[in-house]
Nanobody
Framework: QVQLVESGGGLVHPGGSLTLSCAASGSIISITHMGWYRQAQGKQREWVAT???????DYDDSVKGRFTISRDAVKNTMYLQMNVLKPEDAAVYYCNVAGLERPSYGGYKAFTSWGQGTQVTVSA
């Protein structure tokens, strides 16, 4: 079973920066997709950014130019560098990872896992 542990959330003033981390552990064979999502209070969860095989990246227009997604393939860890934060960026941020894992009975199977979420608050 693949587990994700997020860290890096907190309180920041508008215009400030934060870096989120998401570390994946378990019997991982390969990771094909890593992404960040966020859910503001009273709103639905929305996609923020994705990094895929070959380190291709994609961003929602609302964060493009301000956020940078990256990963350390050796450590199975993903990052989200968030700059010029705005009050509307405040939300619980979740990481999502998909790929192949090796179950206890052998062979392989596809997995997709979610992190526990980390709160980002942007306030003066």
């Amino acid at each position: 079973q693949v587990q994700l542990v997020e860290s890096g959330g907190g309180l920041v003033h508008p215009g400030g920066s934060l870096t989120l981390s998401c570390a994946a552990s378990g019997s991982i064979i390969s990771i094909t997709h890593m992404g960040w999502y966020r859910q503001a209070q009273g709103k639905q969860r929305e996609w923020v950014a994705t990094i895929a095989t070959g380190d291709s990246t994609d961003y929602d227009d609302s964060v493009k130019g301000r956020f940078t997604i990256s990963r350390d393939a050796v450590k199975n860890t993903m990052y989200l560098q968030m700059n010029v934060l705005k009050p509307e960026d405040a939300a619980v941020y979740y990481c999502n990872v998909a790929g192949l894992e090796r179950p206890s009975y052998g062979g392989y199977k596809a997995f997709t896992s979610w992190g526990q979420g980390t709160q980002v608050t942007v306030s003066a």
